[in-house]
């Protein structure tokens, strides 16, 4: 059974460079979901997709923040003229079909560190 | 909008112990979810346990129990007989149950550490 796998698990990248993270969801699942973690901070919801459609967006998610689901399998997380304060873990999840959805099953994260 | 909060930043408790994680929250909302996660040290954050708001039944999971009290909006994680594997951080999350909502609220967190 492979789990949610995020790409890379590191980036260290100079403030204003663009980044761009990659989330592999479980098989089957067609909801996902990002979340940001800074330190001593629990997860920040940023944004959910059902299949390829995004469905909600927290206000946390800035212009400089796009995410794509292209054809409701892996999503990508792309970040803009990068600031010191977008350094966090940056945690991608999946859950199933069924209609509650209780459980996300969550990747290991991407560490960003911007300098 | 939700707030959740747990107020012990870090605990501790002897091997085979029990111990109780703190939570409470802030909704408006009747019908919603409230889950606990652990996070391990640099592993994935798991579902431990979770409780769905019209149930007055607390829930159980093996070794895991709440203490519910939606009145009072508490919601607290009991771990009996401690194990050296429920070191971790341990965070309260909350969800609305509406159509459509499935983004989780989480709290700051309580950092466990279980003493041989």
Redesign the interface.
């Known amino acids: 059974d492979t789990?949610?796998s995020q790409d890379p698990r590191h980036k260290i990248t100079k403030r204003g460079q663009n980044v761009t993270f990659r989330c592999d969801p479980i098989s089957e699942h067609n909801?996902l979901?990002w979340?940001r973690q800074t330190l001593?901070?629990?997860?920040?919801?940023l944004t959910?997709f059902q299949n390829e459609a995004q469905?909600?967006k927290?206000r946390l998610l800035s212009d400089r923040f796009s995410a794509e689901r292209p054809k409701g399998s892996f999503s990508t997380l792309e970040i803009q003229r990068t600031e010191q304060g977008d350094s966090a873990m940056y945690?991608c999840a999946s859950?199933p079909r069924d209609r509650?959805?209780?459980?996300?099953y969550?990747?290991?994260?991407t560490r960003l560190t911007v300098t | 909008a939700q707030t959740?909060t747990q107020s012990q930043p870090e605990m501790s408790v002897q091997e085979a112990e029990t111990v109780t994680l703190s939570c409470t929250y802030d909704t408006s909302e009747n019908n919603y979810?409230l889950f606990w996660?652990k996070q391990p040290p640099s592993?994935?954050?798991?579902?431990v346990i979770?409780q769905e708001a019209y149930k007055q039944q607390n829930a159980t999971e093996n070794r895991f129990s709440v203490n519910f009290q939606k009145a009072a909006k508490s919601f607290s994680l009991k771990i009996s007989d401690s194990q050296l594997g429920d070191t971790a951080m341990y965070?309260c999350?909350f969800r609305y149950?509406g159509a459509?909502?499935?983004?989780?609220?989480?709290?700051?967190?309580t950092k466990l550490s279980v003493i041989p």
């Open positions: 789990g949610v909801r979901y979340y001593g901070q629990g997860p920040e919801f959910y469905l909600e927290s945690l859950s509650e959805a209780y459980e996300q969550f990747g290991p994260g | 959740v979810y996660y592993r994935q954050m798991i579902l979770r965070f999350a149950s459509g909502s499935y983004q989780l609220t989480f709290g700051k967190g």
